[in-house]
């Protein structure tokens, strides 16, 4: 109970601006009471616009009153201080940088709970209250704490600003709409928002229907990345079960092969060393009998001799040469070459079919990285020949069908597969894989250099038999000044430093076409990302004048 007593004697004969205990206490004729310095404060600050009222109720004083100390309520303070009572409790909460301040707190200020939309005024607990209790502000509009309340105000006419001009698209106040604004599309503040409010909401209708439409996709997305990880994993699974069988089968027949060569081994050594045992002894004995023969031949005894020859001449059968099957030394060798060609075999299997076993996007990120020098490039070199079975008849070949050249003249031709209309040629090479070749030209004309399924039309000046004008071939077009790209006949002008020679680049298996300026360095003229379903031939197409070649170039 003293600590309910306490506190409310602390609220009784506290300053509501400064929120301490009374100091040299003044009553207005309203009867609220507050420090004189704080009252004085806040009736200085109200001096322009010529306001001076109670910070509590709103009662207006004109003109400003003469305050006085109240010597009883000061003499009561005073008293109370010596019974312990202190200035307002520790736990206030002031207000930080970054908070909206009470407008009446006169000192440190408390952190505004709330802000008056009809005073302008933002007001901490203790200040709101006659908000609360007096029906003059019940209509008052009370908001969250805002530092922009002064924005509110018209700066023209010091009037709040409570209309919206259409026309002009802005916040004024009723004498705005009266004199600049007169004539405009003007509504209440409240009928705008009420309008916009709308608007806002369709907005976030919409808004959350995109979220949920992106809500839904993602989901959507999700079971697609958990699909191709579950598809990936059993891929995995099953192709590490595959050659896990493989490898096993492999081993096994390792073995047996082992095995198998191990007896044969065996039984050839067991052979030939009963052969060789049989002969050591038939050599043996022959030692032995050519022994008993010489010393036969040595016997002077012409009757002895006579006797014991017949017994000594006679010899035992020979083992006959045809039962000593002497075998080559490469017994083995036919095993090891079955073996190759099985080998040989399998590497063929795997090539023919891997593009059936991996997925082509797997294939694509398996693919190693385009080369980054030119060395790096040579290293996938292809020596490029041209087929004469295609070459128009005003293309001269030569340099072993390396070169090409635009004649004014017709060469003799009985080739039923040449290009009929546009002086074109391909390649007798198809080009799988990965692959680089350079061309080089002279003559001042344009050339195409091209890369096209053999399929392409040869007969009639259509766009299906040029380079570059069909989805069947992909050409650069190289100009005196200038590069084009080309395909399907649509044409990409291209930036690059002019060059008599062109690199190009081609990895069937991921898709990629480049084609690349070749002087002192390499520079990336156009690249194509595509995929190609039959195997590429490379072209060339040789423009006006005659004379103007182009020539596959040899590459260390």
């Known amino acids: 109970m003293a600590q309910k007593r306490v506190q409310l004697d602390r609220e009784t004969f506290s300053c509501s601006i400064c929120l301490d205990l009374l100091k040299d206490p003044v009553t207005t004729s309203c009867g609220h009471s507050y420090c004189m310095k704080c009252i004085k404060g806040f009736w200085d600050r109200g001096d322009e616009k010529k306001i001076h009222s109670c910070p509590q109720c709103r009662q207006s004083f004109k003109p400003r009153p003469v305050l006085l100390k109240n010597t009883m309520l000061a003499a009561l303070v005073e008293e109370l201080k010596k019974t312990g009572l202190q200035a307002a409790p520790a736990d206030h909460c002031y207000a930080g940088a970054e908070d909206v301040a009470c407008d009446v707190c006169n000192g440190r200020k408390l952190r505004a709970c709330k802000s008056c939309l009809v005073c302008l005024v933002s007001y901490c607990d203790q200040h709101l209250q006659p908000h609360y209790e ?9 908001v969250e704490p805002s530092k922009k309340l002064q924005e509110n105000i018209c700066s023209r006419h010091d009037e709040v600003m409570k209309m919206f001009c259409r026309t002009d698209q802005q916040c004024i106040c009723y004498l705005c709409s009266v004199d ?21 909401e369709g907005s976030r209708q919409n808004i959350q229907q995109r979220i949920q439409d992106r809500e839904k996709e993602v989901k959507r997305l999700q079971k697609e990345v958990e699909a191709v990880n579950g598809s990936a994993d059993k891929a995995v699974e099953d192709s590490e079960k595959t050659f896990t069988e493989l490898i096993r089968l492999m081993e096994k027949r390792s073995s047996d092969v082992k095995q198998q060569v191990r007896s044969q081994q065996k039984r050839e050594v067991s052979r030939v060393k009963e052969l060789q045992e049989k002969l050591e002894q038939e050599m043996a004995e022959l030692k032995r ?15 002895q001799f006579l006797h014991s020859y017949p017994s000594l001449s006679a010899l035992s059968e020979p083992t006959h040469s045809s039962s000593i099957n002497i075998r080559p030394l490469s017994y083995f060798e036919d095993v090891t070459a079955a073996l190759s060609a099985v080998r040989d075999k399998l590497q063929d299997v795997l090539r023919e079919e891997w593009t059936n076993v991996s997925p082509t996007e797997v294939d694509v990120l398996l693919s190693a990285a385009e080369p980054t020098t030119r060395a790096g490039f040579l290293k996938y070199s292809q020596e490029i020949t041209l087929d004469p079975n295609t070459a128009h008849t005003k293309l001269l070949l030569s340099e072993g069908s390396r070169k090409a050249t635009r004649m004014g003249q017709q060469q003799s031709s009985s080739y039923p597969d040449r290009f009929t209309v546009w002086p074109q040629v391909l390649s007798r090479e198809s080009l799988t894989g990965r692959c680089y070749w350079e061309v080089k030209w002279r003559g001042g004309g344009e050339v195409y250099v091209a890369v096209a399924y053999k399929n392409i039309s040869r007969a009639g000046s259509g766009n299906g038999c040029r380079f570059g004008y069909n989805d069947k071939s992909w050409s650069l077009e190289c100009f005196q000044s200038s590069y084009s790209f080309r395909h399907n006949n649509i044409i990409t002008p291209l930036s690059g430093p002019r060059s008599s020679r062109v690199g190009v680049y081609l990895d069937h298996r991921a898709g990629i ?26 072209g060339v197409w040789l423009g006006y004048p005659y004379g103007t070649t182009a020539e596959f170039c040899k590459l260390k």
């Open 134 to 142: 007096l029906p003059a502000f019940k209509k008052h509009k009370l």
């Open 180 to 200: 600049e604004h007169k004539g405009h599309d003007t509504v209440s503040a409240a009928a705008e928002r009420t309008e916009r409010q709308r608007e806002l």
């Open 289 to 303: 009998r050519d022994a008993e023969l010489k010393l036969l031949s040595h016997t002077e005894d012409h009757n």
């Open 513 to 538: 076409l480049s084609f690349y300026s070749i002087s002192e360095t390499m520079t990336l003229l156009h690249r194509v990302q595509t995929t190609f379903t039959q195997p590429l031939h490379a």
